[in-house]
C-alpha cells in the first residue's frame, strides 16, 4: 500500500479483554463478562475504523499476554508489539520512542473513544508537519485520547495522575516546563462509566 504519510506511525493501545480488569468503572450497570465483552467492541471497532485509513501504517501494542487468538485476528496482517513500563506513563514513552527512532512522527491513541477518525488522525500528523512537537486530543474528562509527536522526553509522562480528570493539566504544564510547542484537536467524548453507554447510541455498525 502506498501511504500519505510514509515518514509517520499510528499506533493504538490496548489492554486484554480480561474479566475483572477491563471498563470496571462501569459496574454494576454490567458485570465482568459484559465489560470485557464492551472493551472487546470498542477494541475491535478503533482498530477496524484506523486500518481502513491510507494515511499511514498502523501498530497494535497490547498490556500482557494472553487473549492471542483475539489480538492476532483483529491484527492477522500488522505488527503486535507487547507494551512495557511500570505504568502507563512509562508505556506510552517507551512505545514513542521506539516508533520515534524509526518515524518522524507518530500518533499513538487508546481503545476508548470510539468517535476518533481518521480526520483526527491526519490533523495531528499534519500539525505535527507544520512544528509541532506534541498534538493532544483532550477528552471531555480531563485526559486525552490522542497524543501525537515528533520528539519525546520522560518528562513529558512524569508526575501525571493517572486515571483521573487531572491528566491533560499535568500534561500541559510539562509541555510548558519543557518549552515545547504543542497544540490541541477538539475535545471528545471516551466511554469510561455507565453513564457513557448512552453515546453509543450515535455511533454507526457499532
Known sequence: MTYRYPDALVIQFAKAPRPGRVKTRMRPELDDQSCAALHRRLVAYTFDKLSQTELCPLELWIDEPGYDDFFAELSPHRPVHRQRGADLGARMYHALAAALADHKRVVLVGSDCPFLNTD???????????????????????????????????????????????????????????????????????????????????????
Open 120 to 206: 483526527h488522525i491526519e490533523e495531528a500528523l499534519t500539525r505535527l508537519g507544520a512544528g509541532d512537537d506534541v498534538v493532544l486530543g483532550p477528552a471531555l474528562d480531563g485526559g486525552y485520547v490522542l497524543i501525537g509527536a515528533r520528539r519525546v522526553d520522560k518528562a513529558l509522562f512524569s508526575a501525571v495522575p493517572w486515571g483521573t480528570g487531572g491528566v491533560l493539566a499535568a500534561t500541559r504544564g510539562q509541555l510548558r516546563a519543557l518549552a515545547w510547542r504543542w497544540s490541541e484537536l477538539t475535545p471528545l467524548a471516551d466511554i469510561d462509566t455507565a453513564a457513557d453507554l448512552k453515546l453509543l447510541h450515535s455511533l454507526e455498525n457499532f
